[in-house]
Nanobody, 126 residues
Framework: QVQLVESGGGLVQAGMSLRLSCAAS????????TAWFRQAPGKEREFVAA????????LYADSVKGRFTISRDNAKNMVYLQMNSLKPEDTADYYC???????????????????WGQGTQVIVSS
């Protein structure tokens, strides 16, 4: 099992930037990919972005493409989500998640992700 801890959330104005961090520990070698999901009040959890640990492959939701960038630092076991041009509709709790080895492609399918962090809150004011 992989343990994930998010940080970096906060309150920002629309148009500003924020960077979220996800610290991974435990059986990282058993992980294929790490992703960010978000959940707004009253809404279902939705996929934001994913990155493979072994390649530089990335996947983004259409709603954040061009504004958000996911990256990783294998030496530090960290995954980041750089969020630019933030909009009020980006307001949500953001979760880091990991999927185990056995997959060969990135996916935003929530059921693939077996390890989850506790989340960090992002509020974007208009």
């Amino acid at each position: 099992q992989v343990q994930l801890v998010e940080s970096g959330g906060g309150l920002v104005q629309a148009g500003m930037s924020l960077r979220l961090s996800c610290a991974a520990s435990g059986r990282i070698y058993s992980t294929y990919a790490t992703a960010w999901f978000r959940q707004a009040p009253g809404k279902e959890r939705e996929f934001v972005a994913a990155i493979s640990w072994s390649t530089w492959n990335t996947l983004y939701a259409d709603s954040v493409k061009g504004r958000f960038t996911i990256s990783r630092d294998n030496a530090k076991n960290m995954v980041y989500l750089q969020m630019n041009s933030l909009k009020p509709e980006d307001t949500a709790d953001y979760y880091c998640a990991a999927t185990p080895r056995g997959y060969s492609d990135l996916s935003g399918e929530l059921a693939r992700y077996s390890s989850w962090g506790q989340g960090t809150q992002v509020i974007v004011s208009s």
